[in-house]
């Protein structure tokens, strides 16, 4: 089965602070993803990466940037948090452009004071 | 860009009773429609998928229509259970967007003992 972990459940962080999420996938996937959750919104794209060093805009970067150094992590970077990150961050990976199936982590719920 | 709408976002039903969620999109050149369940404190996982040659895809309770002239497509529960309760997101996703998942707003189902 392919695991995807988030590194934290919860995570309570103060304005301007500088937040890294954390994500790794154990199957060797060429593409990772973080979303953003948010009521009656849906799952909104942040960012997406093709495969290691490279990164691609989603819907909705602004605020946020990625890392990704190693094909299995993906991290997302909120460099100074406001309070309107508050959200649900979710984390998936995919084999690579030829499948469609998205695995998802648990997500990170972020309280942004 | 595509828009996914989803409806409705809230939806209760008594055991044993069918349960229809709906979606429409904008993208005619939309070829590719999952829907992930997302269950309390876990991420979203894919229940049933339909591509765009398709019209209809069954998997013992669950099932999915499509109709590309009217741009929409369904998930159907049938004999709902407690377990089915959790969200669901309908998605769609064209080929010439490297595949990217534009997802629905969701829909709360709430499977009444």
């Known amino acids: 089965d392919v695991k995807v972990t988030q590194s934290s459940r919860y995570l309570v962080k103060r304005t301007g602070e500088k937040v890294f999420l954390e994500c790794v996938q154990d199957?060797?996937?060429?593409?990772m993803f973080w979303y953003r959750q948010d009521p009656g919104l849906g799952l909104r794209l942040i960012y997406f990466?093709?495969?290691?060093?490279?990164?691609e805009k989603g819907d909705i970067p602004e605020g946020y940037s990625v890392s990704r150094e190693k094909k299995e992590r993906f991290s997302l970077i909120l460099e100074s948090a406001s309070t309107n990150q508050t959200s649900m961050y979710l984390c998936?990976?995919?084999?690579?452009?030829?499948?469609?199936?998205?695995?998802f982590g648990p997500g990170t719920r972020l309280l942004v004071l | 860009g595509e828009n996914v709408e989803q409806h409705p976002s809230t939806l209760s039903v008594q055991e044993g009773d069918s349960a229809v969620i709906k979606c429409t999109y904008s993208?005619?050149?939309?070829?590719?429609f999952p829907w992930y369940k997302q269950e309390l404190g876990k991420g979203p996982q894919l229940i049933i998928d339909?591509?765009?040659?398709?019209g209809e895809k069954k998997d013992q309770r669950i099932a999915v229509t499509l109709n590309k002239t009217a741009k929409h497509f369904s998930l159907h529960i049938t004999e709902t259970q407690p377990e089915d309760s959790a969200v669901y997101f309908c998605?769609?996703?064209?080929?010439?967007?490297?595949?990217?998942?534009?997802f629905g707003s969701g829909t709360q189902l709430t499977v009444l003992p």
């Open positions: 998936a990976s995919r084999r690579n452009l030829n499948q469609e199936t998205q695995y």
């Open positions: 199957m060797d996937h060429e593409n």
């Open positions: 990466s093709y495969d290691v060093k490279m990164k």
């Open positions: 993208d005619s050149a939309s070829n590719y």
């Open positions: 339909i591509r765009s040659n398709v």
């Open positions: 998605a769609a996703s064209t080929a010439g967007s490297a595949r990217q998942l534009t």
